[in-house]
């Protein structure tokens, strides 16, 4: 009799590591934001930290962790005149990852679970600061045993839905929501101050000094920050970079190249053929890697 077998779908795989780091911040840091192409997960190891993650704000206190999606502009602050320490992973994915919640709180032996990845990370890995760059000699099968280790306390994280954290609603946080759901929805305009005062209903100085005090950053460079994430996903979906232009609200097709060059360092063709090489390289690096591990 022959058996074909139960085939296993996986939820994901992690194809490789970016960063792995833990650190301890004073009352008042404040790190001004960013987005990446990579999936990320802050934890809370002590003190309290907060999070603005597109249009919510998040208060996460000791043992909660908060996970980033792909492209997701965040930046984050130590609050409440206290001193805090958090561990920070990064990694990217196959296929594309799903994630419910965004904040769910641990318990304490699941937190020393995460602190005893992170020491087998810096065991196995090679790192040039808080960047994972290669993996030791010798190390493979145990990098591979990493991998999965870190895959099973994903998923278990993503299973406990019931403990999802809720953003957090002062009337500051909330005033930012609303700014930063203005910019989202009209990406393909040319918004001024005045207008994204208009739309929200609040004073032109009270946008600015809302929208500073989460991004740390002026709000016209926020909002061109969204347009050029939103033009890498238009990109890659196989607009052409007319049609990105446009739907961007760009008036010249030139102006628009000249912006995304600046903000990436390539012009948008040569950005997206740069990231067709990469994917194509991360495929072989993760084809010997498994090739070597048997």
Partial sequence: MKYAGCELDKTFEITSMVTAFRKGYGCGYYYKGESHDFWEFICVLKGCIQVAVDCNVYELHENQVIFLKPLQFHNMCSIHQENAEILIMSFRVSP???????????HDDICR???NLFDMAKEIFVFEEIHVKSIRD?????????????????????????????????????????????????????????????????SESNVKKTFSMYANQGIMNY????????????????????????????????????????????????????????????????????????
């Fill in 223 to 294: 909002f061109q920050q969204l347009k050029i994430i939103e033009a890498k996903r238009l990109l890659a979906e196989g607009n052409t970079v007319g049609e990105v232009s446009q739907k961007l609200g760009y008036s010249e097709q030139n102006y628009f190249s000249i912006v995304f060059k600046k903000a990436t360092g390539y012009a948008p063709k040569y950005w997206l053929k740069e990231m067709e090489k990469k994917n194509v390289s991360k495929n072989k690096k993760l084809f010997l890697v498994q090739q070597n591990s048997r």
């Fill in 96 to 106: 594309v990852l799903e994630m419910e919640q965004q904040v769910v709180t641990i």
């Fill in 113 to 115: 679970q995460l602190l």
């Fill in 138 to 202: 010798g190390y493979r099968r145990k990098a591979q045993i990493f991998s999965k280790s870190l895959e099973s306390w994903i998923l278990s994280r993503m299973e406990e839905s019931d403990i999802e954290e809720k953003p957090v609603l002062t009337v500051c946080a909330v005033n930012y929501s609303k700014i930063v759901e203005v910019l989202k929805n009209n990406i393909d305009r040319n918004l001024r101050i005045k207008d994204i005062a208009k739309l929200t209903g609040m």
